[in-house]
Nanobody, 119 residues
């Protein structure tokens, strides 16, 4: 199970840190690919960031074009979370963000967290 948090209303230029808490599996023991997506109503889902587990060997970290240079994805093994920070928030970042963690035999999704960036 995944639960996102951290969505909030901020001013343009501010940072937002999103957290995806995993339960039922300790991420430090599994091979996974973690992704943050965002999707506005009526629009296609957009990849924000992608990170592989460090074992057996971490693949390249990927960022969506709209957040490249402003986004930083990471994991916290102690908290069992996947996190993503977006800096220099823009009004176009206003959308719902979803966490996905893909394991060998399953793909887990959260319910999403809303970010609003005011001009």
């Amino acid at each position: 199970q995944l639960v996102e948090s951290g969505g909030e209303t901020v001013q343009a230029g501010d940072s937002v840190r999103l957290t995806c808490a995993a339960s039922g599996f300790p991420i430090r023991l599994y091979k996974w690919t973690g992704r943050w997506y965002r999707q506005a109503p009526g629009k296609e889902r957009e990849l924000v960031a992608q990170l592989d587990s460090p074992r057996p060997g971490r693949g390249p970290t990927i960022y969506g074009e709209s957040v490249t240079g402003r986004s930083s994805i990471s994991e916290d093994n102690e908290k069992n979370t996947l996190e993503n920070q977006i800096d220099n928030g823009k009004p176009e970042d206003t959308v719902k963000y979803y966490c996905n963690m893909e394991l060998k035999t399953e793909s887990n999704w959260g319910q999403g967290t809303q970010v609003t960036v005011c001009p």
